[in-house]
């Protein structure tokens, strides 16, 4: 049975430490818990522990200014793009993006259009802003499923699904999509067991006047994906290759005591002391979910 009013008034307020644990804040006294684990103080590296970190590091910094000159990879693209779909396949940092903003804006100047896809909006918003200073905000809109700005710009920045919905929606109504290059970046996700279906869809509408340039760092068997795109579209596909990448990879081990270990020795073989902490992982206490 409910209590009464008068039985309910009969309670007395808790008191503070004996209540409620969140009664202090409500009264504007927050209590923060203490650190969940100890901050470790960093210990002194030996003398060859050093000099294997100066070799890790060595020689990183900021180039000389030098004028710009562009690959002979990057030379062909521009130039084949012209006549046939261009497949690129070039490491990080190589300057991919360059082809595609170079080729935009001659596209630009011609009053022509292009599209420019990416797989992930926080990407196609850095696009977005990276265009618009490039050729000026009115040149460029962007669509995805949280922005629609300017979507009658000549260069629209989007999501590959947002074109490839267009696609679909212009062939259900007879009209044509508005583009005269379509340029899909991080093209190695057609392989995506969840999401490669959208690229499959994207290059097989799109249509044969609509070129086609596709870019990625990570892109397997390029000459076989080439042939793929050549067989549904009916177009020919030049295969484009970097050197070696020009943005050096090294790979570093940041321990709990906060010491640098390079991941390769001097021999370019894997760096010994780095299987003390190995160990210590193996032996180490285990924790088991309740």
Known sequence: MPRSRKDRSRRKPA????????SGERKGKRFFAHESSHRPEPKPQTLEQLKAVERLLSGIGVPKPAPFR???FQAEALDAIE??????????????????REEIRRLLDAGKRAWYT????????????????????????????????NPD??????????????????????????????????????SDPDRGHVWEEAIILSPGRIRLLLLSATVGRAEEFAKWIEDVRGSSVRVIKAGPRPVELRAAYLSIDLQLFPLLGQDGKFNRDLEHFTRQRDHGPRFRRR
Do not use: M
């Open 70 to 72: 562009p690959d002979p």
């Open 118 to 149: 990416t797989p992930l909006k926080a990407l196609t918003n850095s696009k977005y802003n990276e265009f618009c200073e490039e050729f000026g905000a009115g040149n460029v809109g962007i669509l995805t499923g949280d922005r629609k700005e």
């Open 15 to 22: 008191k503070h430490g004996t209540g409620s644990r969140h």
């Open 83 to 100: 006549l046939e779909d261009v497949l690129v396949t070039a490491p990080t940092g190589s300057g991919k993006t360059w082809i595609a």
């Open 153 to 190: 710009a000549p260069l629209i920045v989007g999501t590959t699904e947002i074109y490839r919905n267009q696609l679909f929606d212009a062939l259900r109504h007879g009209e044509n999509v508005r583009a005269d290059l379509v340029i899909l970046d991080e093209a190695h996700y057609l």
